[in-house]
């Protein structure tokens, strides 16, 4: 059974900077079509960012369009999020997930088979 583990949350001003990491347990996530989902409270479970197995085919929400980037380290069996210019309602929790759909950036949350447990952004002043 394959394990995803997410860190790099915590709280951090409007403005400021975070960078997510997911790594992998038993799982080879250059394998795979990564994703970052979020889930405020209350609210619905929401594709922030996706990179397809080869990389080459990204996926943005309109909401973090030029202000977050994914990426990932096959050396390092990791996937990023890149987070700047961090606003309010970017407060969420934050998914990682992989989906064996190798074709394309991956934007249905029912194709990725594997999820983290998440990892908690604040951002507040």
């Known amino acids: 059974q394959a394990h995803l583990v997410e860190s790099g949350g915590g709280l951090v001003r409007p403005g400021g900077s975070l960078r997510l990491s997911c790594t992998g347990s038993?799982?080879?996530?250059?394998?795979?079509?990564m994703g970052w989902f979020r889930q405020a409270p209350g609210q619905e479970r929401e594709l922030v960012a996706s990179?397809?197995?080869?990389?080459?085919?990204?996926h943005y929400a309109n909401a973090v369009k030029g202000r977050f980037s994914i990426s990932k380290d096959k050396s390092k069996n990791m996937l990023y999020l890149q987070m700047n210019s961090l606003k309010y309602e970017d407060t969420a929790m934050y998914y990682c997930?992989?989906?064996?759909?190798?074709?394309?950036?991956?934007?249905?949350?029912?194709?990725?088979?594997?999820w983290g447990q998440g990892t908690q952004v604040t951002v507040s002043s």
């Open positions: 990179i397809s197995q080869s990389g080459l085919s990204l």
């Open positions: 038993d799982v080879t996530l250059d394998d795979y079509g």
């Open positions: 997930a992989a989906s064996s759909d190798r074709f394309g950036a991956i934007t249905a949350a029912r194709l990725y088979n594997y």
